[in-house]
């Protein structure tokens, strides 16, 4: 819906209210360069945004408003400030100087504690919203480079959806896609889930994998996905914290009748993501595996100024 919202003799048309797709990510492959000072690691990761998507509602609310109202409808997500939605908004004003509070519903797909990105992608997707709402005050890159005040895996959502970043996460180097766009994916994640932070911690440095990453980008890009490519420095430390995680990962390599060219988890888990195909195998009918979220999903890029 298009309408002049300044009151004045505005020329420029700002939309009053968006509804608009907030998809996740996967990660190719994800190196852990180093530990660092501030808590943080160093990584060197081949992200590419998918189309399993949460959606999202904005509406700005009217002058006078001080507080964004959030309304989910997955059970145990937060609402309040400690939502990276809220996050994102209040950034927004901060940065921009904008005064405008904004009304949003989100309705929820992408599984938490899944290393899909999801609440990260739905702060990228807020921040993107408020300012088309606002008219635009920040360019693309403004975006980008605010985001990482708020989490390390937001900025990837401002490339063009295929990036190799590196930093803490949030130093994007958009990539020609690595990959044929409707290469086949197949998403199975355990109903537990991993908390980001505490898999970090784990990370015994002694038991990564030794790859050059810039090496396995190449590799990637020229040869397509193989299971010595889709490395994860992160698996050791999430399957020694699930290790049921290990077995699922196992069961789908052996067991997905050779028809997936890869199975590698994603971020920091607990999704793991099979290529090549998006057959459910067979195995993942039994009861014991009846509260897997299983999902088929492809590859998307993003042309700039606009979104997915
Ligand atoms: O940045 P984000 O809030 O997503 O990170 C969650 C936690 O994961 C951080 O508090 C940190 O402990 C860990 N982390 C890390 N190195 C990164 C990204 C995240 O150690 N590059």
């Known amino acids: 819906k ?19 797709a907030s998809p996740c990510k996967i990660n190719l492959f994800l190196r852990v ?19 399993l998507s949460d959606s999202m509602d ?29 996050k994102a908004l209040n950034l927004f004003r ?25 609440g990260s992608a739905n702060a990228a997707t807020a921040l993107w919203a408020a300012n088309e709402l606002c008219g635009r005050p920040a360019s693309e890159s403004d975006l980008l480079s605010w985001s990482a005040d708020i989490g390390s895996d937001i900025s ?36 537990v889930g991993l908390p980001t932070g505490q898999i970090f911690k784990q990370l015994d440095l002694d038991k990564r994998s030794s790859a050059d990453p810039e090496a396995l980008l190449n590799r990637l890009s020229n040869d397509g996905m193989s299971q010595d490519v889709c ?3 992160l698996e050791p430390p999430a399957f020694k914290t699930l290790p049921e995680l290990a ?7 052996h067991e ?9 988890m994603t971020g920091s888990g607990s999704t793991i993501v099979c290529a090549g195909s998006d057959e459910v195998p067979e195995f993942l009918q039994e009861e014991a595996y009846s509260d897997v979220f299983v999902s088929p999903a492809r590859l998307i890029m993003r042309e700039e100024g606009t979104w997915y």
């Open 156 to 191: 990837v959502f401002f490339s063009k959806g295929a990036a190799y970043c590196t930093g803490r996460g949030e130093i994007v180097r958009n990539v020609p896609p690595p990959l044929p766009l409707d290469t086949p994916l197949l998403l199975v994640k355990p109903a």
């Open 256 to 264: 997905g009748g050779g028809k997936f060219s890869a199975v590698f």
């Open 94 to 118: 901060e940065k921009s100087g904008s005064h405008q509070f904004f009304n949003v519903k989100l309705h929820k797909v992408v599984p938490h504690g899944a290393g899909l990105g999801g």
């Open 247 to 253: 077995d699922l990962k196992g069961r789908l390599q």
């Open 2 to 20: 298009l309408g002049h919202r300044c009151g004045c003799w505005c020329l420029r048309a700002v939309a009053e209210q968006l509804s608009i």
């Open 58 to 86: 904005f509406s700005p609310l009217a002058s006078g408003e001080t507080k964004d109202r959030l309304e989910c409808d997955m059970c145990g997500v937060p609402t309040d400030e400690s939502n990276l939605v809220i």
């Open 231 to 233: 490395v994860n420095d």
């Open 33 to 51: 360069m180093g530990r660092r000072s501030d808590g943080f690691h160093d990584l060197a990761s081949l992200f590419h945004v998918i189309d």
